[in-house]
Each structure stands twice: as structure tokens, then as C-alpha cells.
């Protein structure tokens, strides 16, 4: 049944998701009197099945968008009033060239156009147009030239610009954002053209609290530009593998820093040297650096660090002693290294520790003992170590623990049987697990779960009838139990709260899928290599699931 081979063991963790309805391509973040406002809201629901009664306000703005070609100006109209239009505008995917141009000179704050299509350099004369009033512009995955950033130079009171995934941006455009000195958040993930000479108008952005320069290959010796940056509080060069230990000296003045984020790059304990006077430092990914344990000595100085990534580094058993010295830290990722429970000796006194990640890790069942104090711990992952059922016995006095991650073979029924008292689980993965029909009969304390994963094969509809009844699981995944029929679709009718569900690798068929009408929030549907065509899923999207926005197969 092999369901754990089936997961991709060498993705690398990514910190940035959001669990929000829109695309997580594009980082937005808008001026502060919009953020709990404009681009805070959903869609206006419009819908008379939805059961809501539309404010006044709402129709009337859905009412000028659906006849936007009937307006040249909304000039006339409050600030206020116009920016919602723009908003559901683009929320909508029904801004274009024409429609841009009746928002000219209305003193708009914000332009969060990374979602759009066809943005490029004729859009920015209507953001230019604003004047002054522009706080705020996100142009993210667009079109635009360095020729068009030259026209924003009107726009002096910027506060928020992101410029992700534009590719035709290069040094000759980072130019004409020298002087917007009111800059407080800026953002270039993935660009190739920007280069370290084109980072010396950085030095000019004194006011800069953000610097995203993720997926920047070309930056190496640029990082010197940003010395006089003392309110720098985030900086994220993740994946730029060009990142060396002397690119880290210039930081050591940055004593603001708060995050961190160099992850994928070439920095070793010789560059993490450099930040010991960081001591406000609190945030520090070194996921896939080639950093050792030696690194804790330069670590246990910063008093304020809470999160720390280590996964996938060259973690060992020596000198892991340092450890014991991050008394501050919440949040412990060592996913990927080759440690013991020699390692995990020296973390018992870690007794602020919310989430410990030990995927992959030579992990053993003696080596839990050391987490029976950290009675703060939430998360947990023992995904693929050598821990069996008889480790988890020793879990059982963690009652914080709302997230438990045990994809690994050597769990089976004996060893869920142990966790009956952790009460408090919403999040409990068995993806690779050889749980039966038999072990789902434990699965009924777990009365909180919001995201279970049975795929290790050993469920038939016998076992689904012990989670049918689980009525706050919003995420459900059952694939490879190749036993599984449309039963399973009729024992899972009732749980109205599902978001997501994967029954693939197993014996459903179009005939079942009428028991999935009642899921009216299902968004995410997977049933891949069952008798189920995409035809007959997208007809039962178009009668029933309004909200299903993905589903396979398609």
C-alpha cells in the first residue's frame, strides 16, 4: 500500500504559506487604514442562496462593477467609496486597460494589482496620478518595465511596494524608487536582473522595516548597501544561493533585526558569527545552510530568539549540548539531521517550546522521555523516524498538544490506542500509519480534530464509521485505501465542516458522488484514480458545491 511513498520527502518547508482564499503567490500588504477594511473583506455575496442580506453600501458597489464599462470617472465620488470599487474590481478578476483609466485622479491610497492580469507600465500613469495619496502598490507578476517605475516618482509618500515575480525590473528600475524615503515595506522575490550595484539606492530608504529580496541570485556583496538601515526589523534572502558568510558582516550592525530568513544560502558558522550582537533578534531561518551545532555558541547569546529553522542543516549529536542554552525558544525546526536522542537530551529544559519538528531525524522510542516537560509543546512532528508504538506511550502527559505528526510505518492501532488522552488534538497525521478499522475506534476521543490523514491502506467503510461522527474535521484525507467504495461518500455526508477532501486510490465511482451535496464548503475535492470523471465532478459543482474551487481529476 506504500501511502507514505507517495509524498514528496524532499520539499523544503515553506514558512509563508497563508491559509487565505486567495492566491498565496503574490506577499500583499496594504496601508494600515485599509488593511481591516478593503483587503481584509471576501467577495461581496451577492448570492440569494447564501441567505444574506447585501448592505446598501455592498450593492451598490457590486452594481457600478457589473456596469464599469458605463463609467468614464469616479473623481466625484469619496475616496472611500472608490477604493471599494477598485478593490471588488480586482478581487473580481474584471479590471482592465479600459476600466483602470476611470480611477484617474481620485486620490486613491491603495493599488493591490499582484492579482491582476495585463498590469504593465500604462496602468502606472493612473496609480501616478494620485499624487501624494499613494501609500501603498503592489504590481506583483505583472508587466511592468523600469521605464514605468520612473513614472511613480510622483507617488513621494509610498509607504508599501511590492514588485514580486517582475521580470523585466532591473537595476535601471530600483533607481527611481531612491527617493520615496517614506518607504517602510519593500518587496522583490524572484527577480534575476537586480545585482549588488543596483542595491546601493537601498542606503536612501531610511525608513525601511521590510526587505524581501527572496529568489535573488544576483545580490551577493549587495547586502553592504543596507549598513545604515537602523530600522530594518525583517529581512528575508531565502534561496538566494549566492548568499556567503561575508555578505552576512554588514548585518551586524542592523541591531533592530527581529527576522531573519537565509535559508538555501552558503552561510556557514563562520557568517552566523557576525550576528551575535542581534540581541533583538527573534525570528532566524537557516534551513539548508551548512551551519553545525557549533553555530549554538552565537545563538545562545540572542535572549530574545523564539523561532529558530534548522532543518535540513548539518546538524549533530556534537555539540548540541547548545541547545540547552535557547531558553527562550517557542518554535524548533531540526527536521533532516542526523541526530539521535542524544540530541533531544539536551532540549528537556526547553520548557517554553510550542512546536518541535524532528522529521526524518534517527529519533528512538527512549528519546521521548526528554519531551515529558514541555508541557507548553503543540506541535509535534515525528514524521518518518524510528519511533514506534511503544515511544508514543510516553507522549501521553503532553495534554498542550493540538498537532501530532506520525507518518511513519512502525505506528500502527497499539500505538493510537497510547494518545486516547490527548484530548486537545486538532491536527492528527497517520499518512503512512498501518491503522485499521479496529484503531479508528480511538479516533472518537479525538472530539476536536479539525484535519485527520488515515493513507497507510488498512481502512474499509467499517473504519470510516468511527470518524463520521468527528463533526469539526474540515480537512480529510483517506487516500490509498484501495478498499474504500461510495459508502465512504455516505458515511461522510454529514460533516457539513469539510474543506478539503482526498479519497484517491480507491473504489469510488460517479454513483457516489450525489452523498457529497450536503458538503456545500467543500473548496478542495481529490479522487484521483477512481471511477470518477472530471465531467461529473464539474456537474456537481455547478448544481451543488458552489464553492469547490479545486478538484481532480480536472
Request: net charge neutral; aromatic share 4%.
Amino acid at each position: 500500500m506504500g501511502g507514505a511513498c507517495s509524498r514528496k520527502r524532499d520539499q523544503l518547508d515553506n514558512e509563508d504559506r497563508l491559509a487565505r482564499g486567495v492566491s498565496g503567490k503574490y506577499c500583499k500588504s496594504g496601508s494600515s487604514k485599509w488593511l481591516t477594511t478593503s483587503f481584509s473583506r471576501p467577495f461581496i455575496d451577492m448570492d440569494p442562496r447564501s441567505g444574506k442580506c447585501p448592505s446598501l453600501l455592498d450593492f451598490s458597489v457590486r452594481r457600478v462593477c457589473n456596469d464599469i464599462d458605463q463609467f468614464d470617472s469616479f473623481r466625484m465620488l469619496p475616496r472611500d467609496i472608490t477604493q471599494l470599487i477598485l478593490n471588488e474590481l480586482v478581487y473580481s478578476q474584471r479590471i482592465t486597460d479600459i476600466s483602470i483609466q476611470a480611477f484617474r485622479d481620485c486620490a486613491l491610497q491603495d493599488f493591490h494589482l499582484g492579482e491582476c492580469p495585463g498590469v504593465n507600465d500604462d496602468w502606472i500613469d493612473v496609480i501616478s496620478s494620485q499624487g501624494s495619496s499613494v501609500l501603498s502598490v503592489d504590481l506583483s507578476g505583472s508587466d511592468v518595465t523600469d521605464g514605468g517605475l520612473m513614472h511613480l516618482r510622483n507617488c513621494s509618500n509610498i509607504q508599501t511596494l511590492n514588485l514580486n515575480f517582475c521580470e523585466h525590473i532591473s537595476d535601471r528600475g530600483l533607481a527611481h524608487i531612491g527617493g520615496f524615503s517614506r518607504l517602510t515595506s519593500l518587496s522583490f522575490r524572484k527577480n534575476n536582473e537586480i545585482t549588488a550595484q543596483g542595491m546601493s539606492v537601498f542606503a536612501h530608504l531610511v525608513n525601511l522595516i521590510r526587505l524581501d529580496l527572496e529568489k535573488c541570485p544576483g545580490i551577493h556583496g549587495g547586502l553592504i548597501h543596507l549598513q545604515g538601515l537602523t530600522k530594518l526589523e525583517s529581512l528575508n534572502i531565502k534561496w538566494c544561493n549566492c548568499i556567503t558568510d561575508s555578505d552576512m558582516k554588514p548585518l551586524s550592525g542592523l541591531t533592530n533585526l527581529k527576522g531573519l530568513q537565509i535559508s538555501c544560502s552558503k552561510v556557514t558558522d563562520a557568517g552566523i558569527a557576525y550576528l551575535k550582537g542581534l540581541h533583538k533578534l527573534s525570528l532566524l531561518n537557516l534551513e539548508g545552510c551548512p551551519v553545525t551545532a557549533a553555530c549554538l555558541n552565537t545563538l545562545s547569546a540572542l535572549g530574545d530568539l523564539q523561532y529558530l529553522n534548522l532543518s535540513r542543516c548539518h546538524i549533530t549529536d556534537d555539540g548540541s549540548e547548545g541547545f540547552s542554552r535557547l531558553g527562550a525558544l517557542k518554535i524548533l525546526n531540526l527536521g533532516f539531521n542526523d541526530i539521535t536522542d542524544d540530541c533531544l537530551g539536551h532540549l528537556k529544559g526547553l520548557t517554553n517550546l510550542e512546536s518541535l519538528n524532528l522529521d526524518s531525524c534517527r529519533i528512538e522510542d527512549d528519546g521521548l522521555v526528554n519531551l515529558k516537560g514541555l508541557l507548553n509543546l503543540e506541535k509535534l512532528n515525528l514524521s518518518f523516524t524510528l519511533v514506534t508504538d511503544v515511544g508514543l506511550k510516553r507522549l501521553s502527559g503532553l495534554s498542550s498538544l493540538k498537532s501530532l505528526n506520525l507518518d511513519t510505518r512502525q505506528i500502527t492501532d497499539v500505538g493510537l490506542a497510547s494518545l486516547t488522552g490527548l484530548v486537545g488534538l486538532t491536527h492528527l497525521d497517520l499518512f503512512g500509519a498501518r491503522i485499521t478499522d479496529s484503531g479508528t475506534n480511538y479516533l472518537r476521543n479525538f472530539k476536536n480534530l479539525q484535519s485527520l490523514e488515515i493513507c497507510g491502506g488498512g481502512l474499509t467503510d467499517a473504519g470510516v464509521k468511527n470518524i463520521k461522527d468527528l463533526s469539526s474535521l474540515m480537512v480529510l484525507n483517506l487516500s490509498q485505501n484501495c478498499n474504500l467504495t461510495d459508502k465512504t461518500l455516505e458515511l461522510v455526508s454529514g460533516l457539513t465542516g469539510l474543506i478539503s477532501l482526498n479519497i484517491s486510490n480507491s473504489r469510488i465511482t460517479s454513483a457516489g458522488l450525489r452523498h457529497l451535496k450536503t458538503l456545500k464548503n467543500l473548496k478542495q475535492l481529490t479522487l484521483e484514480a477512481c471511477r470518477v470523471s472530471a465531467s461529473d465532478i464539474k456537474k456537481l459543482q455547478s448544481t451543488d458545491l458552489p464553492n469547490l474551487a479545486s478538484f481532480r481529476p480536472e
